[in-house]
Protein backbone atom coordinates (compact mmCIF):
# COMPACT_ATOMS: atom_id res chain seq x y z
CA UNK A 1 0.00 0.00 0.00
CA UNK A 2 1.43 3.80 -1.26
CA UNK A 3 2.10 6.28 1.52
CA UNK A 4 -0.74 8.19 0.10
CA UNK A 5 -3.03 5.37 0.69
CA UNK A 6 -2.10 4.70 4.01
CA UNK A 7 -2.40 8.37 4.88
CA UNK A 8 -5.87 9.11 3.40
CA UNK A 9 -6.61 5.84 5.42
CA UNK A 10 -5.75 7.28 8.75
CA UNK A 11 -7.51 10.48 7.82
CA UNK A 12 -10.58 9.09 7.10
CA UNK A 13 -10.20 6.80 10.59
CA UNK A 14 -9.12 10.20 12.81
CA UNK A 15 -12.09 11.69 10.94
CA UNK A 16 -14.36 9.39 12.12
CA UNK A 17 -13.59 9.68 15.65
CA UNK A 18 -15.42 11.78 18.58
CA UNK A 19 -14.53 14.93 18.89
CA UNK A 20 -13.10 14.50 22.78
CA UNK A 21 -11.15 11.68 21.42
CA UNK A 22 -9.65 14.08 19.21
CA UNK A 23 -8.39 16.21 21.38
CA UNK A 24 -7.48 14.01 23.54
CA UNK A 25 -4.79 12.46 21.00
CA UNK A 26 -3.78 15.90 20.29
CA UNK A 27 -2.92 15.98 23.99
CA UNK A 28 -1.23 12.36 24.41
CA UNK A 29 1.81 12.90 22.48
CA UNK A 30 2.97 15.78 25.20
CA UNK A 31 1.82 13.45 28.02
CA UNK A 32 3.41 10.35 26.81
CA UNK A 33 6.59 12.34 26.39
CA UNK A 34 6.31 13.78 30.19
CA UNK A 35 5.86 10.38 31.27
CA UNK A 36 9.01 9.03 29.94
CA UNK A 37 10.96 11.77 31.47
CA UNK A 38 9.18 10.90 34.77
CA UNK A 39 10.44 7.58 33.95
CA UNK A 40 13.64 9.40 33.46
CA UNK A 41 14.06 11.25 36.89
CA UNK A 42 13.26 8.03 38.87
CA UNK A 43 16.53 6.01 37.33
CA UNK A 44 18.83 9.39 36.94
CA UNK A 45 17.59 11.69 39.87
CA UNK A 46 14.64 10.25 42.17
CA UNK A 47 15.28 13.51 44.56
CA UNK A 48 13.18 15.59 41.72
CA UNK A 49 10.06 13.35 42.82
CA UNK A 50 10.28 15.15 46.34
CA UNK A 51 10.39 18.73 44.02
CA UNK A 52 6.93 20.54 44.77
CA UNK A 53 7.17 22.57 41.33
CA UNK A 54 8.14 19.57 39.15
CA UNK A 55 6.00 17.22 41.16
CA UNK A 56 2.79 19.59 40.62
CA UNK A 57 4.01 19.85 36.87
CA UNK A 58 3.24 15.96 36.56
CA UNK A 59 0.24 15.83 38.11
CA UNK A 60 -1.13 19.45 36.53
CA UNK A 61 -0.26 16.94 32.57
CA UNK A 62 -2.06 14.05 34.01
CA UNK A 63 -4.96 16.18 34.50
CA UNK A 64 -4.43 18.08 31.46
CA UNK A 65 -4.70 14.41 29.76
CA UNK A 66 -7.76 13.27 31.54
CA UNK A 67 -9.57 16.36 30.69
CA UNK A 68 -8.96 16.62 27.41
CA UNK A 69 -10.67 13.09 26.93
CA UNK A 70 -13.38 13.13 29.27
CA UNK A 71 -14.59 16.97 29.01
CA UNK A 72 -17.43 17.41 27.03
CA UNK A 73 -16.02 19.64 24.03
CA UNK A 74 -18.54 19.05 21.81
CA UNK A 75 -21.18 20.57 24.05
CA UNK A 76 -19.06 23.47 24.73
CA UNK A 77 -18.38 26.81 22.98
CA UNK A 78 -16.66 26.60 19.77
CA UNK A 79 -12.52 26.71 20.29
CA UNK A 80 -13.12 25.76 24.59
CA UNK A 81 -10.09 23.19 23.66
CA UNK A 82 -7.69 25.51 23.24
CA UNK A 83 -7.97 26.00 26.83
CA UNK A 84 -5.78 22.63 26.87
CA UNK A 85 -2.65 23.73 25.30
CA UNK A 86 -2.82 27.21 27.18
CA UNK A 87 -2.89 25.55 30.60
CA UNK A 88 0.18 23.27 29.15
CA UNK A 89 2.75 26.67 28.89
CA UNK A 90 2.18 26.56 32.54
CA UNK A 91 2.23 22.57 32.78
CA UNK A 92 5.54 22.80 30.87
CA UNK A 93 6.49 26.15 33.15
CA UNK A 94 6.46 24.20 36.38
CA UNK A 95 8.00 21.26 35.31
CA UNK A 96 10.88 22.66 34.00
CA UNK A 97 11.82 24.98 36.81
CA UNK A 98 11.51 22.27 39.18
CA UNK A 99 13.94 20.32 37.68
CA UNK A 100 16.32 23.19 35.92
CA UNK A 101 19.02 22.26 37.53
CA UNK A 102 19.36 18.38 36.11
CA UNK A 103 16.87 18.68 32.84
CA UNK A 104 17.18 22.65 31.66
CA UNK A 105 16.06 21.68 28.16
CA UNK A 106 12.44 20.80 29.15
CA UNK A 107 11.30 24.01 27.67
CA UNK A 108 11.67 22.68 24.65
CA UNK A 109 8.64 20.98 25.14
CA UNK A 110 6.80 24.01 24.84
CA UNK A 111 6.52 23.27 20.99
CA UNK A 112 3.59 20.90 21.21
CA UNK A 113 1.49 23.69 22.20
CA UNK A 114 2.84 25.92 19.76
CA UNK A 115 1.74 23.44 17.00
CA UNK A 116 -1.70 22.77 18.39
CA UNK A 117 -2.31 26.56 18.95
CA UNK A 118 -1.07 26.92 15.31
CA UNK A 119 -3.26 24.21 13.71
CA UNK A 120 -6.44 25.60 15.83
CA UNK A 121 -9.15 27.66 15.34
CA UNK A 122 -7.95 30.40 17.55
CA UNK A 123 -7.91 34.03 15.42
CA UNK A 124 -4.17 34.34 13.94
CA UNK A 125 -3.15 37.13 16.38
CA UNK A 126 -3.83 35.67 19.32
CA UNK A 127 -2.84 32.28 18.46
CA UNK A 128 0.80 34.22 17.84
CA UNK A 129 0.56 36.00 20.92
CA UNK A 130 -0.12 32.81 22.88
CA UNK A 131 3.09 31.60 20.81
CA UNK A 132 4.97 34.08 22.13
CA UNK A 133 3.84 34.47 26.18
CA UNK A 134 4.06 31.32 26.57
CA UNK A 135 7.14 30.05 26.19
CA UNK A 136 8.30 33.40 28.06
CA UNK A 137 5.86 32.49 30.99
CA UNK A 138 8.29 28.77 31.27
CA UNK A 139 11.92 31.01 31.01
CA UNK A 140 11.06 34.68 31.27
CA UNK A 141 9.26 35.33 34.51
CA UNK A 142 11.98 33.61 37.00
CA UNK A 143 14.70 35.95 35.41
CA UNK A 144 11.75 38.52 36.15
CA UNK A 145 10.98 37.53 39.70
CA UNK A 146 15.30 37.13 40.68
CA UNK A 147 14.68 34.06 41.58
CA UNK A 148 17.19 32.96 38.23
CA UNK A 149 19.85 35.22 36.49
CA UNK A 150 19.14 37.85 34.44
CA UNK A 151 21.12 36.42 31.55
CA UNK A 152 18.51 33.81 30.89
CA UNK A 153 16.04 36.58 29.87
CA UNK A 154 17.69 36.97 26.74
CA UNK A 155 17.54 32.95 26.47
CA UNK A 156 13.69 33.65 26.80
CA UNK A 157 13.23 35.79 24.58
CA UNK A 158 15.32 33.84 21.75
CA UNK A 159 13.14 30.49 22.63
CA UNK A 160 9.89 33.29 22.28
CA UNK A 161 10.78 34.47 18.99
CA UNK A 162 12.10 31.06 17.66
CA UNK A 163 8.68 29.73 18.65
CA UNK A 164 6.81 32.78 17.28
CA UNK A 165 8.00 32.16 14.00
CA UNK A 166 7.26 28.16 13.89
CA UNK A 167 3.91 29.10 15.03
CA UNK A 168 3.95 31.46 11.50
CA UNK A 169 4.91 28.78 9.73
CA UNK A 170 2.64 26.48 11.10
CA UNK A 171 -0.34 28.88 10.39
CA UNK A 172 1.33 29.30 6.60
CA UNK A 173 1.63 25.52 6.29
CA UNK A 174 -2.28 25.12 7.59
CA UNK A 175 -3.34 27.95 5.12
CA UNK A 176 -1.30 26.13 2.52
CA UNK A 177 -3.21 22.90 3.50
CA UNK A 178 -6.43 24.29 3.65
CA UNK A 179 -5.73 26.18 0.35
CA UNK A 180 -4.81 22.46 -1.80
CA UNK A 181 -7.73 21.19 -0.11
CA UNK A 182 -10.00 23.64 -1.11
CA UNK A 183 -8.18 23.20 -4.36
CA UNK A 184 -9.08 19.66 -4.32
CA UNK A 185 -12.14 20.15 -3.51
CA UNK A 186 -13.07 22.52 -6.28
CA UNK A 187 -11.22 19.87 -8.39
CA UNK A 188 -13.16 17.27 -7.43
CA UNK A 189 -16.46 19.26 -7.95
CA UNK A 190 -15.42 20.04 -11.23
CA UNK A 191 -14.89 16.48 -12.25
CA UNK A 192 -17.88 15.80 -10.62
CA UNK A 193 -19.74 18.33 -12.68
CA UNK A 194 -17.81 17.18 -15.98
CA UNK A 195 -18.54 13.58 -15.24
CA UNK A 196 -22.30 14.66 -14.93
CA UNK A 197 -22.45 16.54 -18.38
CA UNK A 198 -20.53 13.72 -19.62
CA UNK A 199 -23.11 11.32 -18.22
CA UNK A 200 -26.01 13.33 -20.15
CA UNK A 201 -24.46 14.10 -23.30
CA UNK A 202 -24.08 10.38 -23.50
CA UNK A 203 -27.92 9.94 -22.38
CA UNK A 204 -28.26 12.34 -25.36
CA UNK A 205 -26.46 10.35 -27.92
CA UNK A 206 -27.68 7.36 -27.55
CA UNK A 207 -31.41 8.83 -27.23
CA UNK A 208 -30.40 10.00 -30.81
CA UNK A 209 -28.34 7.34 -31.74
CA UNK A 210 -31.24 5.18 -30.54
CA UNK A 211 -33.69 6.90 -32.87
CA UNK A 212 -32.51 6.81 -36.44
CA UNK A 213 -33.73 4.05 -38.28
CA UNK A 214 -29.76 3.40 -39.15
CA UNK A 215 -28.25 0.10 -37.80
CA UNK A 216 -25.11 1.55 -36.12
CA UNK A 217 -21.86 -0.21 -34.38
CA UNK A 218 -18.31 1.36 -32.86
CA UNK A 219 -15.85 -1.28 -32.48
CA UNK A 220 -12.32 -0.54 -30.46
CA UNK A 221 -9.19 -1.03 -31.90
CA UNK A 222 -9.06 -5.07 -30.43
CA UNK A 223 -12.82 -5.43 -32.26
CA UNK A 224 -14.79 -5.07 -29.48
CA UNK A 225 -18.43 -3.50 -29.75
CA UNK A 226 -18.01 -0.17 -27.57
CA UNK A 227 -21.04 1.26 -28.88
CA UNK A 228 -24.62 -0.75 -30.59
CA UNK A 229 -27.89 1.28 -31.11
CA UNK A 230 -31.30 0.23 -31.16
CA UNK A 231 -31.72 -0.60 -34.52
CA UNK A 232 -28.18 -2.57 -34.90
CA UNK A 233 -29.73 -4.27 -32.00
CA UNK A 234 -32.65 -5.23 -34.21
CA UNK A 235 -30.42 -6.68 -36.99
CA UNK A 236 -28.27 -8.79 -34.32
CA UNK A 237 -31.97 -10.13 -33.13
CA UNK A 238 -32.77 -10.81 -36.20
CA UNK A 239 -29.95 -12.58 -37.48
CA UNK A 240 -29.97 -14.90 -34.35
CA UNK A 241 -33.87 -15.62 -34.89
CA UNK A 242 -33.85 -19.59 -35.75
CA UNK A 243 -31.83 -20.25 -32.66
CA UNK A 244 -35.29 -20.09 -30.44
CA UNK A 245 -36.10 -22.84 -32.36
CA UNK A 246 -33.06 -24.90 -31.53
CA UNK A 247 -31.27 -24.63 -34.87
CA UNK A 248 -28.51 -23.01 -33.86
CA UNK A 249 -28.01 -20.99 -36.67
CA UNK A 250 -26.97 -17.45 -37.65
CA UNK A 251 -29.48 -15.81 -40.42
CA UNK A 252 -27.10 -14.36 -42.19
CA UNK A 253 -26.85 -14.91 -46.29
CA UNK A 254 -25.77 -13.62 -49.09
CA UNK A 255 -26.75 -11.09 -52.21
CA UNK A 256 -28.78 -14.48 -53.34
CA UNK A 257 -30.65 -14.93 -50.26
CA UNK A 258 -29.63 -18.35 -49.94
CA UNK A 259 -26.29 -18.85 -49.31
CA UNK A 260 -24.87 -18.59 -45.71
CA UNK A 261 -22.00 -16.20 -45.46
CA UNK A 262 -18.76 -17.07 -43.63
CA UNK A 263 -18.06 -15.75 -40.15
CA UNK A 264 -14.80 -14.12 -41.58
CA UNK A 265 -17.04 -12.31 -44.00
CA UNK A 266 -19.98 -11.01 -41.51
CA UNK A 267 -19.66 -7.11 -41.67
CA UNK A 268 -18.73 -6.84 -38.21
CA UNK A 269 -15.84 -9.63 -38.63
CA UNK A 270 -14.43 -7.62 -41.75
CA UNK A 271 -14.63 -4.36 -39.63
CA UNK A 272 -12.29 -5.84 -37.40
CA UNK A 273 -9.68 -6.73 -39.88
CA UNK A 274 -9.58 -3.24 -40.39
CA UNK A 275 -11.01 -3.50 -43.87
CA UNK A 276 -13.31 -0.21 -45.34
CA UNK A 277 -15.56 -1.16 -47.36
CA UNK A 278 -19.84 -0.07 -48.45
CA UNK A 279 -22.65 -1.36 -50.59
CA UNK A 280 -21.97 -4.72 -48.94
CA UNK A 281 -25.70 -6.33 -49.36
CA UNK A 282 -26.40 -8.81 -46.73
CA UNK A 283 -29.77 -10.65 -45.66
CA UNK A 284 -31.14 -11.36 -42.41
CA UNK A 285 -33.26 -13.51 -40.95
CA UNK A 286 -35.08 -16.73 -41.57
CA UNK A 287 -36.20 -17.32 -45.12
CA UNK A 288 -40.20 -16.22 -43.94
CA UNK A 289 -38.61 -12.95 -42.22
CA UNK A 290 -35.73 -11.93 -44.62
CA UNK A 291 -34.66 -7.87 -44.62
CA UNK A 292 -32.01 -7.00 -46.91
CA UNK A 293 -29.23 -4.90 -45.11
CA UNK A 294 -26.93 -2.85 -46.94
CA UNK A 295 -23.70 -2.39 -44.73
CA UNK A 296 -20.34 -0.25 -44.88
CA UNK A 297 -17.18 0.54 -42.56
CA UNK A 298 -14.58 3.01 -42.20
CA UNK A 299 -11.45 1.96 -40.70
CA UNK A 300 -9.77 4.15 -37.81
CA UNK A 301 -6.02 4.72 -38.10
CA UNK A 302 -3.99 6.36 -34.75
CA UNK A 303 -0.96 8.96 -35.38
CA UNK A 304 1.59 5.77 -36.02
CA UNK A 305 -0.65 4.60 -38.22
CA UNK A 306 -2.24 1.15 -36.43
CA UNK A 307 -5.72 -0.01 -36.37
CA UNK A 308 -7.85 2.36 -33.70
CA UNK A 309 -11.44 0.91 -34.11
CA UNK A 310 -14.00 1.17 -37.29
CA UNK A 311 -17.60 2.16 -37.41
CA UNK A 312 -19.84 0.25 -39.28
CA UNK A 313 -23.38 1.37 -40.27
CA UNK A 314 -26.47 -0.69 -41.88
CA UNK A 315 -29.10 0.34 -43.85
CA UNK A 316 -32.64 -1.72 -44.67
CA UNK A 317 -32.84 -1.35 -48.36
CA UNK A 318 -35.48 -4.66 -48.35
CA UNK A 319 -38.26 -2.23 -50.07
CA UNK A 320 -35.71 -0.75 -52.21
CA UNK A 321 -34.19 -4.40 -53.45
CA UNK A 322 -37.67 -6.03 -54.13
CA UNK A 323 -38.79 -2.59 -56.30
CA UNK A 324 -35.85 -3.05 -57.83
CA UNK A 325 -36.45 -7.29 -58.81
CA UNK A 326 -39.77 -6.05 -59.40
CA UNK A 327 -38.84 -3.37 -62.33
CA UNK A 328 -36.39 -6.01 -63.84
CA UNK A 329 -39.02 -8.95 -63.87
CA UNK A 330 -41.11 -6.62 -65.75
CA UNK A 331 -38.84 -5.47 -68.13
CA UNK A 332 -37.66 -9.39 -68.86
CA UNK A 333 -41.38 -10.23 -69.18
CA UNK A 334 -42.37 -7.41 -71.60
CA UNK A 335 -39.02 -7.80 -73.67
CA UNK A 336 -39.90 -11.58 -74.19
CA UNK A 337 -43.08 -10.77 -75.08
CA UNK A 338 -41.79 -8.42 -77.60
CA UNK A 339 -39.25 -10.37 -78.18
CA UNK A 340 -41.68 -13.16 -80.53
CA UNK A 341 -43.47 -10.69 -82.68
CA UNK A 342 -40.14 -8.54 -83.49
CA UNK A 343 -38.46 -12.20 -84.80
CA UNK A 344 -41.64 -13.14 -86.69
CA UNK A 345 -42.00 -9.10 -88.23
CA UNK A 346 -38.40 -9.08 -89.35
CA UNK A 347 -38.58 -12.25 -90.40
CA UNK A 348 -41.40 -11.57 -92.75
CA UNK A 349 -40.18 -8.42 -94.10
CA UNK A 350 -36.94 -10.43 -95.07
CA UNK A 351 -39.11 -12.48 -97.24
CA UNK A 352 -40.98 -9.90 -98.86
CA UNK A 353 -37.79 -7.99 -99.74
CA UNK A 354 -35.88 -11.11 -101.01
CA UNK A 355 -38.86 -11.96 -103.04
CA UNK A 356 -38.51 -12.70 -106.84
CA UNK A 357 -41.15 -10.24 -108.19
CA UNK A 358 -40.12 -7.14 -107.83
CA UNK A 359 -42.54 -4.54 -105.71
CA UNK A 360 -42.88 -1.56 -106.33
CA UNK A 361 -39.73 1.40 -105.72
CA UNK A 362 -41.86 3.53 -102.90
CA UNK A 363 -42.49 0.32 -101.53
CA UNK A 364 -39.65 -1.01 -100.95
CA UNK A 365 -38.36 1.86 -99.84
CA UNK A 366 -40.73 1.50 -97.01
CA UNK A 367 -40.63 -1.91 -96.43
CA UNK A 368 -36.81 -1.02 -95.92
CA UNK A 369 -37.56 1.38 -93.74
CA UNK A 370 -40.00 -0.73 -91.51
CA UNK A 371 -36.95 -3.52 -91.48
CA UNK A 372 -34.18 -1.06 -89.99
CA UNK A 373 -36.91 0.55 -87.27
CA UNK A 374 -37.62 -3.18 -86.76
CA UNK A 375 -34.12 -4.41 -86.05
CA UNK A 376 -33.35 -1.08 -84.20
CA UNK A 377 -36.75 -2.48 -81.81
CA UNK A 378 -34.80 -5.65 -81.93
CA UNK A 379 -31.70 -4.57 -80.79
CA UNK A 380 -33.37 -2.38 -77.61
CA UNK A 381 -35.40 -5.69 -76.68
CA UNK A 382 -32.17 -7.55 -76.88
CA UNK A 383 -30.87 -5.28 -74.74
CA UNK A 384 -33.57 -4.96 -71.85
CA UNK A 385 -33.14 -8.89 -72.00
CA UNK A 386 -29.53 -8.97 -71.40
CA UNK A 387 -29.94 -5.86 -68.26
CA UNK A 388 -32.79 -7.69 -66.96
CA UNK A 389 -30.97 -10.66 -66.42
CA UNK A 390 -28.19 -9.58 -64.76
CA UNK A 391 -24.61 -10.48 -65.20
CA UNK A 392 -24.46 -12.24 -68.11
CA UNK A 393 -23.31 -16.38 -67.74
CA UNK A 394 -19.74 -16.52 -68.92
CA UNK A 395 -17.44 -19.50 -70.55
CA UNK A 396 -14.13 -18.54 -69.75
CA UNK A 397 -10.94 -20.24 -72.01
CA UNK A 398 -8.02 -18.89 -73.30
CA UNK A 399 -8.92 -16.10 -75.90
CA UNK A 400 -6.97 -13.50 -78.13
CA UNK A 401 -7.98 -9.75 -77.01
CA UNK A 402 -6.21 -8.64 -80.25
CA UNK A 403 -7.93 -10.61 -82.59
CA UNK A 404 -11.30 -9.89 -81.34
CA UNK A 405 -10.08 -5.92 -81.46
CA UNK A 406 -9.25 -6.38 -85.21
CA UNK A 407 -12.81 -8.15 -86.02
CA UNK A 408 -14.80 -5.02 -83.75
CA UNK A 409 -13.23 -2.26 -85.34
CA UNK A 410 -13.51 -4.60 -88.74
CA UNK A 411 -17.15 -4.26 -88.43
CA UNK A 412 -17.54 -1.08 -86.92
CA UNK A 413 -16.03 0.44 -90.07
CA UNK A 414 -19.19 1.23 -92.00
CA UNK A 415 -20.05 2.89 -89.23
CA UNK A 416 -17.33 4.94 -88.83
CA UNK A 417 -16.96 5.88 -92.53
CA UNK A 418 -20.77 6.75 -92.64
CA UNK A 419 -19.78 9.44 -89.60
CA UNK A 420 -16.71 10.89 -90.24
CA UNK A 421 -14.59 9.18 -87.79
CA UNK A 422 -11.19 7.61 -87.95
CA UNK A 423 -10.71 4.45 -86.16
CA UNK A 424 -7.43 3.57 -85.28
CA UNK A 425 -6.16 -0.02 -83.74
CA UNK A 426 -2.39 -0.09 -81.39
CA UNK A 427 -2.60 -4.04 -80.10
CA UNK A 428 -0.20 -6.16 -80.00
CA UNK A 429 0.89 -9.33 -82.26
CA UNK A 430 -1.00 -11.66 -79.64
CA UNK A 431 -2.44 -10.80 -76.06
CA UNK A 432 -4.04 -13.99 -74.60
CA UNK A 433 -6.72 -13.87 -71.84
CA UNK A 434 -9.15 -15.89 -69.72
CA UNK A 435 -12.06 -14.91 -71.12
CA UNK A 436 -15.75 -15.68 -72.58
CA UNK A 437 -14.62 -14.31 -76.18
CA UNK A 438 -18.77 -13.55 -77.85
CA UNK A 439 -18.95 -11.89 -74.33
CA UNK A 440 -15.75 -9.84 -74.91
CA UNK A 441 -16.49 -9.27 -78.24
CA UNK A 442 -20.06 -7.66 -77.31
CA UNK A 443 -18.24 -5.27 -74.47
CA UNK A 444 -15.88 -3.94 -77.10
CA UNK A 445 -18.92 -3.37 -80.07
CA UNK A 446 -20.67 -1.82 -77.35
CA UNK A 447 -17.51 0.84 -76.61
CA UNK A 448 -16.34 1.16 -79.92
CA UNK A 449 -20.20 2.07 -81.27
CA UNK A 450 -20.18 4.09 -78.00
CA UNK A 451 -17.23 5.98 -79.14
CA UNK A 452 -17.76 6.58 -83.33
CA UNK A 453 -21.58 7.81 -82.19
CA UNK A 454 -20.53 10.13 -79.24
CA UNK A 455 -17.64 11.47 -81.53
CA UNK A 456 -18.40 14.73 -84.08
CA UNK A 457 -17.20 14.26 -87.90
CA UNK A 458 -14.06 14.32 -88.80
CA UNK A 459 -13.29 12.19 -84.58
CA UNK A 460 -10.49 9.83 -83.65
CA UNK A 461 -11.36 6.63 -81.93
CA UNK A 462 -8.29 4.78 -81.17
CA UNK A 463 -8.24 1.26 -78.90
CA UNK A 464 -5.49 0.16 -77.48
CA UNK A 465 -4.62 -3.04 -75.63
CA UNK A 466 -1.47 -3.92 -73.75
CA UNK A 467 -0.32 -6.16 -70.48
CA UNK A 468 0.27 -4.42 -67.60
CA UNK A 469 1.22 -6.17 -64.63
CA UNK A 470 -1.22 -9.49 -64.31
CA UNK A 471 -3.71 -7.98 -66.44
CA UNK A 472 -4.81 -7.27 -69.75
CA UNK A 473 -5.30 -3.51 -70.05
CA UNK A 474 -8.06 -2.30 -72.92
CA UNK A 475 -8.53 0.85 -73.44
CA UNK A 476 -11.09 3.01 -76.16
CA UNK A 477 -10.61 6.64 -76.15
CA UNK A 478 -12.53 8.95 -78.36
CA UNK A 479 -12.18 12.53 -79.19
CA UNK A 480 -15.93 13.34 -78.77
CA UNK A 481 -18.42 15.80 -76.93
CA UNK A 482 -16.96 14.15 -73.49
CA UNK A 483 -18.83 14.09 -70.18
CA UNK A 484 -18.82 16.11 -66.69
CA UNK A 485 -16.60 14.58 -63.69
CA UNK A 486 -20.45 13.73 -62.26
CA UNK A 487 -21.66 12.03 -65.45
CA UNK A 488 -18.80 9.85 -65.60
CA UNK A 489 -19.88 8.45 -61.64
CA UNK A 490 -23.33 7.94 -63.35
CA UNK A 491 -22.74 6.43 -66.92
CA UNK A 492 -22.88 2.36 -65.50
CA UNK A 493 -26.57 2.85 -64.38
CA UNK A 494 -29.19 2.07 -66.31
CA UNK A 495 -31.06 4.22 -68.68
CA UNK A 496 -28.57 7.08 -67.71
CA UNK A 497 -27.88 9.56 -70.47
CA UNK A 498 -25.79 12.35 -70.23
CA UNK A 499 -27.01 16.01 -70.88
CA UNK A 500 -25.13 16.48 -74.00
CA UNK A 501 -26.34 13.25 -75.43
CA UNK A 502 -30.14 13.86 -74.68
CA UNK A 503 -29.70 17.61 -76.29
CA UNK A 504 -28.08 16.11 -79.55
CA UNK A 505 -30.38 13.84 -80.10
CA UNK A 506 -28.10 11.10 -80.45
CA UNK A 507 -30.19 7.76 -80.34
CA UNK A 508 -30.18 5.40 -77.50
CA UNK A 509 -32.03 4.40 -74.15
CA UNK A 510 -28.65 4.04 -71.82
CA UNK A 511 -28.21 0.71 -71.63
CA UNK A 512 -25.01 -0.49 -73.34
CA UNK A 513 -22.82 0.88 -70.82
CA UNK A 514 -24.42 -1.13 -67.85
CA UNK A 515 -24.63 -4.12 -69.66
CA UNK A 516 -21.11 -3.93 -70.54
CA UNK A 517 -20.36 -3.21 -66.99
CA UNK A 518 -22.04 -6.37 -65.64
CA UNK A 519 -20.01 -8.41 -68.32
CA UNK A 520 -16.39 -6.88 -67.17
CA UNK A 521 -18.05 -7.69 -63.39
CA UNK A 522 -18.48 -11.44 -64.30
CA UNK A 523 -14.81 -12.00 -65.54
CA UNK A 524 -13.34 -10.73 -62.59
CA UNK A 525 -12.73 -7.26 -64.35
CA UNK A 526 -13.01 -3.78 -63.76
CA UNK A 527 -14.24 -0.98 -66.34
CA UNK A 528 -13.54 2.91 -65.24
CA UNK A 529 -14.41 6.11 -67.28
CA UNK A 530 -12.66 9.03 -67.30
CA UNK A 531 -13.57 11.99 -69.24
CA UNK A 532 -13.99 16.60 -70.04
CA UNK A 533 -16.35 17.88 -71.42
CA UNK A 534 -15.41 18.59 -74.99
CA UNK A 535 -11.94 16.92 -74.47
CA UNK A 536 -12.84 13.38 -75.47
CA UNK A 537 -13.45 9.84 -73.19
CA UNK A 538 -11.29 6.93 -72.36
CA UNK A 539 -12.72 4.00 -70.93
CA UNK A 540 -10.68 1.63 -69.50
CA UNK A 541 -10.62 -2.22 -68.96
CA UNK A 542 -8.81 -4.51 -66.89
CA UNK A 543 -9.20 -8.78 -67.73
CA UNK A 544 -7.38 -11.44 -66.09
CA UNK A 545 -4.22 -12.90 -68.21
CA UNK A 546 -4.53 -15.96 -69.65
CA UNK A 547 -2.39 -18.26 -66.75
CA UNK A 548 0.75 -19.00 -68.94
CA UNK A 549 0.83 -15.05 -70.02
CA UNK A 550 0.71 -13.83 -66.69
CA UNK A 551 3.24 -16.68 -65.77
CA UNK A 552 5.87 -14.99 -69.04
CA UNK A 553 4.74 -11.75 -67.62
CA UNK A 554 5.86 -12.30 -64.00
CA UNK A 555 9.14 -13.96 -65.21
CA UNK A 556 9.93 -11.17 -67.63
Not at 108 to 125: D, G, N, Q, T, Y
Not at 465 to 483: H, P, Y
Amino acid sequence: MSDRVMFLAAKRAYSNLSFRTRVGLCELPLALLVAVIAIIVVVVSPALLMNPLFLGGLVFHAVLLAAAFLAPWERLRDGSYVIIPLLDFLAIALTRNGAADVLPGLSLLAIFPVIWLSASEMKPWLSLLSCFLGPFLILGVSPLLGSAPRSQLGTALLLCLALAVVSISLRFASLNSVYSQRKLAASKAEVDRLQGENTERELLLEAILDTIDVGLVVLDANGNRMLTNRQQRSYDLLVQTGNSDGDGISHLYAADKTTPVAVSRYPVQRAAAGETFANYLVWLGPEDSQRAVTTAATAMWDSEDKFAGSVIVSNDVTDMVEALTAKEDFVSNVSHELWTPLTSIIGHLDLVLDDDHPLPHNVTQQLSVARRNAERLYALVSNLLASASGAASVHLRPTDLSGLVEHSIESAWPQAVNTGVTLEADVPEILWTTSDPLRIRQVLDNLISNAIKYSPDGGKVTVRARKQSDAALLEVQDTGIGMSPNETKLVFGKFFRTAAARESSIPGVGLGLSITKAIVDSHGGSIRCSSKPGAGTTFTVTLPLHRSEQTRTEQN
